[in-house]
């Protein structure tokens, strides 16, 4: 999977946006996430293997206690 960058648009001054103005703003980067979740998701499935487990939000930070006199470190 190639990730292009692109030059990201300055956000608009909310200050002067109307209510309307700022609903259409919320709906369309909305939808921009949803659909970069479906890419990540996508992605993720064409990469899974049933002989691996998948990777849970979550467990990132979460490591097994250490056992007394481990000098694993």
């Given at each position: 999977?190639?990730?292009?960058?692109?030059?990201?648009?300055?956000?608009?001054?909310?200050?002067?946006?109307?209510?309307?103005?700022?609903?259409?703003?919320?709906?369309?980067?909305?939808a921009?996430?949803?659909a970069?979740?479906?890419?990540?998701?996508a992605?993720?499935?064409?990469?899974?293997?049933?002989?691996?487990?998948?990777?849970?939000?979550?467990?990132?930070?979460?490591?097994?206690?250490?056992?007394?006199?481990?000098?694993?470190?």
């Amino acid at each position: 999977m190639m990730l292009i960058m692109t030059k990201l648009r300055p956000l608009p001054d909310l200050s002067k946006l109307s209510a309307a103005e700022k609903d259409r703003l919320i709906l369309r980067l909305h939808a921009r996430v949803r659909a970069e979740h479906a890419k990540l998701d996508a992605a993720e499935s064409a990469h899974w293997r049933p002989d691996r487990p998948r990777f849970l939000a979550g467990e990132a930070n979460k490591t097994p206690p250490a056992k007394p006199g481990d000098d694993s470190e």
